[in-house]
């Protein structure tokens, strides 16, 4: 195992081809008790072990470079010393979990000379990434699913219509039951639960050329082509009323359904659909969201204007944002014992932000992205069963010819220590570091072409 890691010299290096004998001694130790969900059983991370950026250790002793940076969730890497410091300083007090959104848990006498952030001033942090979309409120939960339900919840009681939803397939919204009805990706994240009402999905269109996937289609009594979203609501054409409908729920890159771009038409046309007929436009940036696109956040790629954005992962607690007046202006509509009052997760957010403003993080999400999708670009022309390469900034992904071929590129990538996962059916996600270097990257292509290259 290695002593100490220094970014710039470091190397992925096997010795123990993964699932090494302690990945899988401390898995099956796991697994005794642990429920089923979605584990990935042969890479097991070893906190106690030296990491760094995109390099941590596994059990065995592997330095593993990660490019599934903890499904986005860890959009620094590891062990950024701004975090470590912040959280060694927040590791004297307890709990560190209090009943924030019962009683507000200050630091020292006065805000503005706190000298740790505190989810007061987490708000105010996320105000600033949420200017031009003019929010004012922030409501903090436990996880991504809470922040999207509390979304749904705050647009049922400010429309007090029928609560008609509308959402796109392909999306994923999380795992509560309110969440899990918008869910059109997989059948078993929904599969026997019960799901909540009204709710109409639409394709979610990524069509390169003319499109053909549905979302356009010809009315005979509009004579012309018209999208399905114009057509639902049409007052002669259609099923429902404007003024029926409490929101649409959109993702602007599809994140656990595939990675895909939506065609910029198309996400432009429901957003002015929104705007238009006044229904509130929930943008889940959950995985898309706080710079990994490049900008703080993907819809701001497409011009569009949210009226509430649904944050997590790389935050690392729930975030529902918004303008006050789409707000509950009642009290104990919305509430949460912890997610206002999680204190490191909070701090550690803030400190997320203002790391990625001082560093400049976008530009290079932006510019690294670039430079990442030419190499997988250049991996597509050497390889014919790389059919897809697409991605914005930090977000990318591949599709190859079927998921057979995409598990065991995975599978091969982490013999070689290159952490990856799937998305969608065929595909595969790339999410390295914000801060990811130009050698990363290297690293990770050098090993992917060596894979694909003895499929
Ligand atoms: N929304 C999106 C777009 C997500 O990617 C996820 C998680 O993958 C969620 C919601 C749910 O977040 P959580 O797993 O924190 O509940």
Known sequence: MP??????????????????????????????????????????????????????????????????????????????????????????????????????????????????????????????????????????????AEAVENAIKICYDYRRNYGYGICFYGAFHGRTLGALSLNRSRRVQRDWYPQIPRIIDLPYCRCLGPCDCGWKIYSIRRKGVISRLTQILDPDIGLIGPEEVAY???????????YDLPKP?????????????????????????????????ACEHFNIRPDIITSAKALRIGATLGRKEIFPQEEKRIS??????????????????????????????????????DGLRNLQSKYQFVHDVRGLGLMDAISVTSDRTRNRIITGALQQGLLIIGCGFESIRFLPPLDVKKREIDLALNILDDVLNHL
């Not at 701090?347 to 932006?366: F, H, P, R, S």
């Open 3 to 144: 002593k100490s890691m220094k970014r710039d010299t470091i190397t992925p290096t096997v010795r123990t081809a993964p699932p090494g004998p302690n990945a899988r001694r401390w898995a099956k130790y796991h697994m005794k008790h642990a429920a089923h969900a979605t584990y990935f059983y042969d890479f097991v991370w070893d906190r106690s072990a030296p990491a760094i950026g995109p390099f941590c250790t596994d059990v065995d002793g592997n330095v593993i470079l990660d490019f599934a940076n903890h499904v986005a969730s860890s959009p620094l890497g590891y062990n950024h010393p701004e975090l470590v410091a912040l959280s060694r300083k927040l590791a004297s007090i307890d709990p560190d979990r209090y009943a924030g959104t019962d009683f507000i848990g200050a630091w020292g006498r006065d805000p503005a000379v706190s000298d740790v952030p505190t989810p007061s001033h987490l708000h105010y942090k996320l105000m600033e990434i949420t200017k031009p979309f003019g929010f004012n409120v922030a409501f903090f939960s436990n996880t991504g």
């Open 248 to 258: 649409i729920i959109i993702e602007p890159v599809l994140g656990e359904g595939g």
């Open 265 to 297: 038409d198309f996400i432009r046309e429901v957003g002015e659909i929104a705007r238009d007929n006044g229904i509130p436009l929930i943008c889940d940036e959950i995985q898309s969201g706080l710079g990994r696109t490049g900008k703080w956040w």
């Open 336 to 373: 949460s014992t912890w997610g206002e009052g999680n204190a490191i997760s909070t701090a550690v957010g803030y400190q997320t932000i203002k790391i990625i403003q001082k560093e400049n993080l976008l530009q290079n999400a932006t510019k690294m992205g670039e430079y990442f999708l």
